[in-house]
């Protein structure tokens, strides 16, 4: 297997729908209004929040194909899948659909008496079906990724990552409500559930075809209980700031952050292309041999990580203010450049701590990761409240920050034996650099200066990931080694 290009397939899935989202934002935004985008900004947020309330069952369909296939097993463990999708699961979503459609008469009085209100609950409808195909989707998603079907994989990511950008864009041309922009995300859900089925049946048929007996519903949840504690409340926590803003501050003030923000979190896809890729590795079968192996390349993937992610952190700090006003104009520019500046440090540190999790949860210690959420969701929910009604916008996006960073080095410290180590230095270099990088950007600092800090904190970066996060031999291989054996050497 080839680590480095599943790595690359999968960062292109996700890296094509983030170039169209830049295309799109703008478009929605003159189109349908700076109010609509940030209420579908919301309605992302809810959508990508329900989307990973699957039980954990997507990490457990991968974990456990993976290590099927690894033991020479695959046919059992697929009977076994099949029965619990057929007879389990699905009924399962469908309930879920329906609680969720007949919820709608219990938070529309608390919708604005405007067309904004009324627009979103004609989408509610949309909404509350997504759910259960995003769901399903997910699960097929699970089984393509523990076969190492990552091609198959990442083509539907880019097809229908770039749908739920550009679609809502089209429908802003022709009819600019918030309703017709859900519909049109919810039609290409619909689509790729459809898409991702079909990929199953040209792959690995026995996902989906053959006998299919009741398995029981223990045997999932059990595996997957803590995976969904995680599931449930880390998305809280990540999509959390954007309700509270809605309650909190007029609709301007969220478009502002939830736009700031959410080109920020777009980033994440490289930790989370390769975490990805790296997750069905760590979960199979795993002996005093093979687990040298796969530690090694866990740190290695955290200096790799640190080191693709700084100069593009330190670049976004340094050019916040240039970027907002350039793609969103001036206006945007000044409300939100902070954000961006602030939210940059947190995603470095974020995409680290994409790492530690992926092997915690593959390695079957995921109630670690759930704790540790159980533990930070209480001081973060008091915290917010505070930091919105205080410093607005720029108060949501520091303590976001801050609660990242304490759950990145929480999850370091818990990954095992290596600890904090691999981490340390580039945690520390990185946060630095672009906090320095973020200083200089702002209206407040000259033109010709703002140029030369975005380039010097772009060249900075570089040189920290290729000279001090880096290894000699990873180098080495990139210089002078052939793709080849690059791949066949960072896999275990």
């Known amino acids: ?17 983030m170039l169209v989202a830049l295309v799109s934002v703008p478009v929605i935004a003159h189109a349908a209004g700076v109010e609509r985008l940030g209420a579908l900004g919301i309605v992302w947020a809810l959508v990508g929040y329900f989307s990973f309330l699957d039980f954990g069952l997507s990490r457990v369909v991968t974990r456990r194909v993976a290590n099927a296939a690894d033991q020479g097993n695959l046919a059992e463990e697929l009977t076994i899948l099949r029965g619990f999708f057929w007879w389990r699961a699905l009924p399962g979503l469908l309930t ?43 699960w097929l998603r699970g089984a393509l990724e523990g076969v190492h079907r990552f091609a198959r994989v990442n083509l539907l990511r880019t097809v229908f990552g770039a749908w739920t950008y550009a679609a809502p864009a089209v429908a802003a041309l022709v009819s600019p409500t918030l309703d017709s922009l859900i519909a049109a995300i919810v039609i290409g859900r619909v689509l790729a559930l459809l898409a991702h089925a079909l990929a199953c049946l040209r792959a690995e048929p026995g996902i989906l075809l053959g006998a299919a007996r009741p398995s029981s519903m223990r045997l999932f949840f059990q595996e997957g209980g803590w995976i969904t504690v995680s599931n449930i409340i880390g998305p809280l926590m990540v999509y959390s700031d954007r309700f509270v803003l809605a309650a909190l501050l007029p609709p301007k003030a969220v478009a502002w952050y939830v736009t700031s923000q959410e080109v920020m979190l777009r980033t994440l896809v490289i930790p989370g292309a ?32 640190a080191a693709l992610m700084l100069p593009l952190c330190a670049l976004a700090a340094a050019g916040a203010y240039d970027g907002l006003r350039l793609w969103l104009g001036e206006d945007f520019a000044i409300n939100g450049y902070r954000v961006v500046e602030i939210v940059a440090v947190g995603i470095f540190v974020n995409a680290i701590a994409y790492l530690p999790f992926a092997w915690l949860q593959a390695t079957g210690r995921s109630s670690l990761t759930a704790r540790i959420h159980l533990v930070e969701l209480p001081l973060y929910a008091s915290g917010l409240y505070v930091a919105v009604a205080t410093n607005g916008i720029v108060g949501a996006a520091a303590l976001w920050t801050v609660r990242v960073t304490v759950d990145c080095l929480l999850l370091l410290a818990y990954a095992g034996r290596t600890g904090l180590r691999p981490a340390a230095f580039p945690l520390l270099a990185g946060m630095i650099l672009i906090i320095a990088a973020g200083l200089w ?26 000279l001090q996060f880096l290894s000699p031999q990873d180098r080495n291989e990139v210089l002078r080694r052939p793709r080849r054996q690059v791949d066949n050497q960072i896999s275990p």
């Open 1 to 17: 297997m080839h680590t480095l290009r599943f790595f690359a397939f999968n960062l292109l899935g996700h890296v094509l729908p």
């Open 441 to 466: 950007s702002g209206p407040m600092v000259p033109w010709p200066w703002r140029a030369v800090a975005c380039a010097a904190a772009t060249l900075t970066g570089l040189g920290l990931g290729w």
């Open 96 to 138: 879920i659909g329906a609680v969720l459609w007949l919820l709608r008469p219990l938070f529309q009085p608390y919708l604005p008496p405007d067309n904004l209100g009324r627009e979103i609950a004609a989408g509610w409808a949309w909404i509350a079906w997504s759910i259960p195909v995003t769901l399903a989707t997910n």
């Open 274 to 305: 390769l975490a990805g890729v790296l997750f069905p590795k760590f979960a199979g079968k795993l002996d005093a041999r093979s687990e040298a192996a796969l530690t090694g390349l866990y740190e290695r993937g955290i200096r790799v990580v």
